[in-house]
């Protein structure tokens, strides 16, 4: 593997570009069985197979008319004697149903509903650690990472892969950065750290170069940009020493001169400044063939509404006199052993319906995805926090097995906003960033039965089982108060003045 660093280094573009070819992910080979592009029709509604016109999908229907004549309304032959028809196309119904998209939001919103927190072990009496800690949460929040980490995770789990690059800017909010440093206690910065996402809907190809051990040895992005109405082709190589930003603007790979330092920046935290996030399918494939037929079976079922919803007055024999639209006491006047009738069907599709009605209910069990939908909730009544913890079991399971690739991402993250800390912002924080462990923790979102946890809070406090700190701690966790230590003192100061006033109430007494 470290061939591959030498060749990076060589600055020969030809032979860096085929190492990364090479070694494209799955979802760019199609390896896993599934491609960006079947994703991206699969996701997307209006690309969905029952929208396509294909013959081998769902194709219009052709119909061919007898030509009649109009005075005789016998059929017209053409010069051989064949009898004349034209062609027309019906358009057949097509529903396509959003299921993909609802899976991956509803997984997104278990997932990440509630914040990404930190477990962090630091030593409490050392300034320096604690300072670098609170400018981690302050680079995360200026970077909006709460909305951010949906759309990563929305797009992992859709495009199968997407990546975050860090890199640094010139501070441009020199008071807001002046207040942080002032009340965390470093010193101002000069410079911020920006996040910007990549992923192939936004026109990125993105190669991955990973060592025999799984780690991420250098990265590339391929993409375009438009320059004097004139796309023009870019391919950035990121290593944890060097990032290289090559261009093609004239025919010919190179360096691209008009950027930074000639196309080559060191970077100064000695890390790979991009995070890498993939999964092998989108989250939708395993039943992506059941979404694919109930979507067939609805359409299907349109059409035959659109044949036999509305009555068909169907006539076996002469009719002499038919009835005009809009007659009271309407009568058909017709001939010596003719008949009239509605069509209708024999029997109602009830094999059509039980089949929608599994279709949908598997779909929503095999990709652990809960209905949630308003006619499916209605009827449940006011559940228990254990009926909505089992309710929502699967949904949890699921996102949990998610945290095992999405995790392993947001740890990266972290250690790298360290090292952006340590090695650039502020090189004080250097052994703190290296000595002060942040791990990710992910809480499943759950509805809540607020009731019901108030009473459970006041029980504990009156049975001494927690105190009212922790109390108001687990308040404010569950959104139920702003801020707990503020909390805290309003509950002294009432009870001060409680204690106050019974006291002058004693002293009047006596």
């Known amino acids: 593997m470290p061939a591959y660093i030498d060749i990076i280094k060589s600055e020969d573009y030809s032979a860096i570009r085929r190492i990364f070819e090479d070694n494209r992910p799955a979802y ?9 592009d079947q994703a991206k029709e699969e996701y997307f509604v209006e690309s969905h197979s029952v929208m396509n016109k294909d013959i081998s999908h769902r194709p219009d229907k052709t119909i061919w008319k007898p030509v009649l004549n109009e005075a005789t309304g016998e059929q017209v032959m053409d010069a051989d004697g064949n009898p004349k028809k034209t062609r027309s196309t019906a358009k057949v119904n097509r529903v396509p149903v959003p299921m993909p998209e609802i899976i991956v939001n509803r997984r997104v919103g278990f997932l990440l509903g509630n914040p990404v927190k930190y477990n962090v072990v630091f030593d409490e009496n050392k300034p320096k650690e604690k300072a670098l800690v609170d400018y981690v949460y302050e680079i995360e929040d200026s970077a909006k990472i709460d909305y951010k980490n949906k759309e990563i995770a929305r797009r992992m789990m859709s495009e199968m892969a997407c990546a975050e690059l860090w890199y640094l800017t010139k501070v441009k909010e020199k008071g807001f950065w002046n207040y942080v440093a002032s009340r965390i206690g470093i010193k101002a910065p000069l410079y911020s750290v920006k996040m910007k996402v990549f992923s192939p809907l936004l026109g990125d190809s993105l190669y991955p170069l990973f060592d025999g051990y799984g780690d991420l040895i250098a990265f590339a992005r391929a993409y375009k940009l438009k320059e004097d109405e004139k796309e023009v082709d870019y391919f950035d190589v990121y290593t944890a020493e060097i990032t290289y930003k090559y261009t093609n603007r004239d025919t010919e790979w190179k360096l691209d001169t008009e950027a930074t330092n000639g196309g080559k920046v060191t970077n100064l935290t000695q890390k790979i400044p991009v995070i890498f996030h993939q999964q092998e399918k989108p989250e939708w494939a395993n039943v992506q063939r059941m979404i694919e037929r109930l979507e067939k079976l609805l359409s299907n079922h349109a059409d035959m509404n659109d044949y036999f919803g509305e009555p068909i007055l169907a006539i076996f024999g002469h009719l002499i006199q038919a009835v005009n639209k809009g007659e009271s006491g309407k009568i058909l006047q017709l ?34 995805t809960p209905n949630i939908s308003f006619s499916e909730m209605k009827s449940l009544g006011d559940l228990s926090g254990v009926a909505l913890e089992l309710m929502f079991l699967d949904a949890h399971l699921a996102a949990r097995a998610k945290e095992e690739i999405f995790g392993i991402g947001i740890q990266r993250r972290v250690n790298l906003i360290k090292a952006f800390i340590g090695n650039v912002l502020d090189v004080s924080l250097k052994e703190a960033s290296e000595t002060v462990k942040m791990k990710p923790v992910f809480t499943p979102y759950m509805p809540k039965n607020m009731k019901e946890f108030v009473e459970t809070m006041v029980q504990s406090v009156a049975g001494g089982i927690l105190s009212t700190v922790t109390v108001t701690e687990k308040m404010e966790d569950e959104g139920f108060i702003a801020d707990s230590v503020q909390e805290q003192e309003r509950l002294q100061e009432e009870a001060d003045a409680v204690a106050k006033r019974n006291n002058l109430i004693g002293l009047n007494l006596q």
């Open 335 to 368: 001939a010596e052993n003719a008949k009239a009738s509605f069509l209708a069907l024999e029997s109602p599709p009830e094999s059509i319906k039980m089949e929608i009605e599994n279709l949908e209910k598997f779909i929503f069990a095999l990709s652990q």
């Open 28 to 36: 760019m080979s199609g390896a896993n069985g599934y491609t960006i």
